[in-house]
């Protein structure tokens, strides 16, 4: 089956820094590669995502790249804030019936310091 | 308003006793999906359904049962429940070819 690796499982930034989380997966039947937030105490909601046809995808201070001959992909947060501290999951989903079977990695806790 | 709910939301138990957490979407989705969050270990999921009456066993099933009578919902059993089952839950829905996934409020199980 699929399996995903995610690191760092811990990330501590200066407001304003970068900070970046990166995924790696196994299976070259996944295509479809969303980043869920979940705020603490809260359930994960979807924050931006990327399909195996496309390399890069950009939405404001948030960003997701696809490298799929390597299998991996990366989120990218810039001009970080203290309300991006959250649990960050990456998933590779791969298609089935016309669903998408996800497989999420372990998560990485992202602190952002004022 | 779109939303998936789960019930109960808190529940503490003991070992053997039978419990059930429901699951309703009123969005139509297709696919639900029922996962644990442990710490360290991420999103796991236990049981998947793609449509009414049909299921499939995701990668931690043992301890538990689903079952999809009804679009809409997506009961989770543990028919005899454990200490090492203690953990949150979320359930989840999508709907066909998109992929991004709806969650519930979560629920905290524990058993003692």
């Known amino acids: 089956g699929e399996n995903v690796e995610q690191h760092p499982s811990t990330l501590s930034v200066q407001e304003g820094d970068s900070a970046v989380i990166k995924c790696t997966y196994s299976d070259s039947a996944s295509n479809y590669f969303p980043w869920y937030k979940q705020e603490l105490g809260k359930r994960p909601q979807l924050i931006i995502d990327i399909r195996s046809n496309v390399g890069e995808k950009k939405d404001q201070r948030i960003a997701v790249t696809l490298n799929k001959t390597a299998k991996h992909f990366s989120l990218h947060i810039t001009e970080t804030q203290p309300e991006d501290s959250a649990v960050y999951f990456c998933?590779?989903?791969?298609?089935?019936?016309?669903?998408?079977?996800?497989?999420f990695g372990r998560g990485t806790s992202l602190i952002v310091h004022p | 308003e779109a939303q998936v709910t789960q019930n109960p939301r808190y529940l503490i138990t003991v070992t053997g006793k039978k419990l059930t957490v429901t699951c309703s979407q009123n969005?139509?989705?297709?696919?639900m999906s029922w996962y644990r969050q442990d710490p360290g270990l991420g999103l796991r999921q236990i049981y998947y359904?793609?449509?009414?009456?049909?299921?499939d066993k995701g990668d931690v099933p043992e301890g538990y049962k689903v079952s999809r009578k009804e679009k809409r919902n997506f009961p989770l059993i543990l028919e005899s429940p454990s200490p090492n089952q203690t953990s949150l839950y979320f359930c989840?829905?999508?709907?066909?070819?998109?992929?991004?996934?709806?969650f519930g409020e979560g629920s905290r199980l524990t058993v003692l």
């Open positions: 969005m139509n989705h297709e696919y």
């Open positions: 359904s793609m449509n009414v009456e049909v299921t």
């Open positions: 998933a590779a989903s791969r298609p089935r019936g016309g669903s998408y079977i996800p497989t």
């Open positions: 989840a829905s999508s709907t066909q070819g998109t992929g991004e996934l709806f």
